[in-house]
């Protein structure tokens, strides 16, 4: 398997390789494509590692349960 680490390859190579993972891009037809493309923008451009940019994306994550908590009504 062919390496994906930014120094071994082209700015072309890594558009095709978020292409083809990413799979029928020119299909937008729900909106996402493009917002999903410009998330590896950075790793095209070679500025972050595809793993970079996946662990940014995961932390930015929040979960409802990092709100506070509950705790009554306020009644009683």
């Given at each position: 398997?062919?390496?994906?680490?930014?120094?071994?390859?082209?700015?072309?190579?890594?558009?095709?390789?978020?292409?083809?993972?990413?799979?029928?891009?020119?299909?937008?037809?729900?909106?996402?494509?493009?917002g999903i493309i410009r998330m590896y923008e950075e790793y095209i451009e070679g500025r972050m590692e595809l793993r970079e940019v996946n662990a940014a994306f995961r932390t930015g994550y929040v979960s409802g349960r990092e709100g506070p908590e509950k705790t009554g009504c306020g009644i009683l």
């Open positions: 398997m062919k390496s994906i680490l930014i120094r071994d390859t082209t700015r072309e190579e890594r558009a095709a390789i978020v292409a083809e993972a990413i799979g029928n891009i020119e299909g937008a037809c729900d909106g996402c494509a493009p």
